[in-house]
């Protein structure tokens, strides 16, 4: 079974990198969110943004030298990060800036707990679902503001969390969204290094820049 048989937006042959397309069309390596993820076909916002998330984060675990495993692992996290938002009706994703409001976020801020929930449910392993709960956490509006209680979550990987969200932040903020306009190069590398400033986050975030161009091609074919 491929990608293209559960993801009705069917994806184009240049979509994903040839290396993460490999992995994603794995046996088995999404069968159990197939259904899930068909429903992704619809959000085709969402959709993008999961596929630049997924290369990105492809390229950074790489660069930071994870193994084999890893990496899969990542790549997982990354495509299916946001799939609680296929529960989310269509009509509060595609709100255009102005008129997303605090109403709007409310309901859309819950698909972090729904794709964890979902995730879970489905046998993923905890160090997917997790940090798909905490990729706001580490935000400017953290959400589902969990807090100092994420740390007593079982199995929780802390850096791949933060890896996430720092990801999430850069490709809203590069690439936009309906209700978020995309920003200047050096306004979006202002707001990540203001959000992310712990030792080691100025060189993830330098890096992320530098694939831009290459993410850009790929989600443009």
Do not use: W
Request: net charge negative; glycine share 4%; proline share 5%.
């Amino acid at each position: 079974m491929t990608l293209e048989d559960f993801n009705l937006e069917k994806s184009r042959p240049k979509t994903y990198l040839p290396e993460v397309r490999a992995i994603i069309e794995s046996d088995k390596f999404l069968i159990s969110g197939q259904k899930v993820l068909a429903g992704m076909s619809a959000k085709k916002d969402t959709l993008r943004h999961s596929q630049r998330m997924t290369n990105l984060g492809y390229t950074l675990a790489r660069h930071r030298n994870f193994s084999e495993e890893e990496i899969k692992i990542f790549i997982e996290t990354c495509l299916l990060h946001d799939i609680g938002k296929a529960e989310i009706p269509q009509k509060y994703l595609s709100k255009t800036t102005g008129k997303f409001g605090p109403k709007d976020l409310k309901i859309v801020g819950v698909h972090a707990y729904r794709g964890y929930a979902c995730l879970k449910n489905r046998e993923r392993s905890p160090r997917v679902y997790n940090p798909v709960l905490l990729h706001h956490e580490f935000q400017e509006n953290p959400y589902p503001a969990i807090g100092v209680q994420f740390k007593d979550i079982e199995d929780i990987d802390v850096d791949n969390a933060r890896l996430l969200a720092m990801l999430d932040v850069f490709d809203r903020r590069v690439f936009g969204s309906s209700n978020i306009p995309p920003l200047s190069r050096d306004q979006a590398e202002e707001k990540l290094n203001e959000q992310f400033n712990q030792p080691g986050d100025e060189e993830v975030i330098n890096f992320l820049f530098d694939q831009y161009e290459t993410i850009k091609e790929l989600s443009q074919n």
